[in-house]
């Protein structure tokens, strides 16, 4: 089977630094609020030429770094008003934009490793000619921490196996939230919004609740296509607090304003579920592994409760004796449901291969590649994670798919590979 590889690759990238809020009482262990009081008091007792020298020396050091630096101190200042209640008219501008820069910090999102992308439609496809297709990505960011966030890329792709992305913007912004509380991190769902000036190219989604403290992982996007012809972006990501992992689900019609929510049911509280992208008989279903090993159909009528489901599918072949998961959303063709896998052999190589499940049944498999459609091999062995291929998502233009995929938890790779092709090989 053909499978071209584009030459064009994405690498982890320490100078990629986003400015987020330091919150000091989701740090602290007690004592938080008279912390971050002495350090409000300490800013406003300077005599305004030590405050100005002070955040000369705060700008010269990053304002070229980051988008209107000063602009962001100042919001960040009247985030910290507002939760300790200052209300002083006297109180100028440098020392507003000082107490805001205490209160963020930098980060390198992208330091350590990128990988593990997923493609859907881009929502606006105006001015696209025939056989083009604009895209969004998102990445798999690993920074500080080793803290898992959700980069995006937007790119045009063609029936021609051509790809152009987006340039990356020259500076990178977080998404925000409304109302966060200073002296804890949110519980349950959220909403995200990507700052109004910010291009989605250079939008990062952070960890923000408790239960993602430690990760966003792995997002599964599907463009989703409800009952009344409302569409709407679906993604599936796990959340990690540094001790247990929980399913949740990303929702957002603009990739403005994005919803973060918890899952609920058993099968939440596994990795990898990745949607359909319409219901199927009425219900919304979903591919899952419950178990580690093995894959499942999962079936609900809430987007946001999945229990355990059905087994379908069980490693067979060598390259996938340890274990099978999905690779992302299964993809519509006229032959029924196109699901890409992934499967662990020997020495926990990791290899890339598909499935193909009934239209109206998907609990029936009617076939299978025998072999990998892409394996480690050659310089895509060396990295982080060694030996390691994976894709959260590929995406059909025309009579291809269109699958970028993470090597060896470091970066980021592109194929074109023919449907017909693929299916010839089950």
Not at 114 to 138: C, E, F, T, W, Y
Not at 141 to 148: K, N, Q
Not at 245 to 261: K, N
Not at 366 to 389: H, M, W
């Amino acid at each position: 089977m053909k499978l071209f590889n584009h030459y064009l690759r994405l690498h982890a990238d320490p100078s990629r630094v986003v400015v987020r809020p330091f919150h000091l009482g989701w740090q602290a262990n007690g004592g938080a609020q008279s912390r971050s009081q002495r350090l409000i008091g300490a800013v406003l007792e300077m005599s305004e030429s030590e405050a100005a020298a002070q955040l000369e020396a705060v700008l010269k050091d990053f304002e070229q770094r980051h988008w209107q630096t000063r602009r962001v101190f100042m919001s960040r200042y009247d985030e910290i008003a507002a939760a300790h209640g200052l209300h002083d008219d006297a109180i100028g501008d440098t020392k507003r934009q000082l107490i805001g820069a205490y209160f963020c910090h930098e980060y390198s999102y992208a330091a350590a490793a990128l990988m593990n992308p997923s493609a859907v439609p881009h929502h606006d496809q105006s001015g696209m000619p025939k056989g083009s297709v604009r895209m969004i990505m998102s990445l798999r960011a690993v920074g500080e921490g080793h803290i898992s966030s959700v980069a995006f890329r937007e790119g045009i792709i063609t029936t021609e196996s051509q790809l152009k992305l987006a340039p990356e913007a020259p500076f990178a912004t977080a998404t925000d939230t409304i109302g966060t509380s200073e002296d804890e991190p949110p519980h349950g769902p959220v909403t995200v919004y990507r700052h109004r000036d910010s291009t989605l190219s250079g939008t990062v989604i952070f960890p923000i609740t408790e239960a993602q403290s430690k990760g966003l992982e792995d997002l599964r996007l599907v463009q989703f296509t409800h009952d009344d012809g409302a569409v709407e972006w679906l993604g599936t990501y796990t959340a990690f607090n540094g001790a247990t992992i929980q399913s949740e689900l990303m929702r957002t019609r603009d990739f403005r304003a994005f919803d973060l929510v918890p899952m609920t049911g058993s099968a939440s509280r596994n990795k990898g579920i990745a949607l359909f992208p319409r219901k199927v008989g009425g219900r919304y279903l979903s591919i899952g592994r419950q178990d580690g090993e093995n894959l499942y159909l999962l079936s609900t009528d809430d987007l946001t409760h999945w229990d355990d489901g059905q087994l379908i599918l069980k490693p067979e072949s060598p390259w996938e004796y340890v274990q099978i998961g999905n690779c992302g959303p299964p993809i519509e063709v006229d032959e029924g449901w196109l699901l890409l896998t992934h499967g662990v052999g020997a020495m926990r190589k990791y290899s890339i291969g598909a499935a193909l499940l009934d239209k109206n049944d998907p609990s029936k498999v009617i076939g299978r590649t025998r072999e990998p459609i892409l394996a480690a091999a050659d310089q895509d062995r060396e990295g982080y994670v060694p030996n390691v291929v994976y894709t959260c998502g590929a995406m059909r233009i025309g009579g291809k798919l269109f699958m970028p995929y993470g090597i060896a938890d470091s970066s980021v790779g592109f194929a074109f590979v023919e449907i017909a092709d693929l299916l010839a090989a089950m």
